[in-house]
């Protein structure tokens, strides 16, 4: 990358300091790769966010809870999209690629398609979570 980037531990400590004050209920999306660091990120902010989720995945985790300082935490939402498939494209078509390292268009598949993501209750004066819950919506097309 052509630019310094500063890390997202350092970066959420300063936007913290920054708004400081502005809202008891503070939301993050740790939108990382790598599952190790979206709970990292979870563990730092207890106490300090009301809730935590990771993103960038598309694999639903199931790993919601409420940490010992009060902060919703779950490791990745999923994604809105279509379930049969390898994350959001036509399977077949990754497959493929894979098979035969060759670069293929990729398009988007249709089948079983759902809603997910998590429902947090949050004390607004404390800013504690209070319950968190994994949602998983199926979507029908003729229900549209």
Known sequence: ??????????SIEAILKEHAG???VVIVDMHAEATS??????WFLDGRASVVFG??????????????????????LGMC????????????????????GLPRKFEV???????QGVIADVDE?????REIRRLRVPWNREDA
């Open 109 to 115: 598949a249709k089948e079983n398609v759902a809603l």
């Open 81 to 100: 999209g279509p379930l049969d498939s390898v994350i959001g494209i036509e399977k077949d078509l990754v497959i493929e690629g894979f098979l035969s």
């Open 125 to 129: 004066a404390t800013g504690k979570a």
């Open 1 to 10: 990358m052509p630019n310094q980037v500063d890390d997202p531990f350092r």
């Open 55 to 76: 993103t960038h995945t598309h694999v639903q985790t199931a790993d919601e809870r409420i940490l010992p300082r009060g902060e919703a935490y779950i490791t990745d």
């Open 22 to 24: 502005y809202s008891r």
């Open 37 to 42: 660091e979206k709970i990292a990120m979870g």
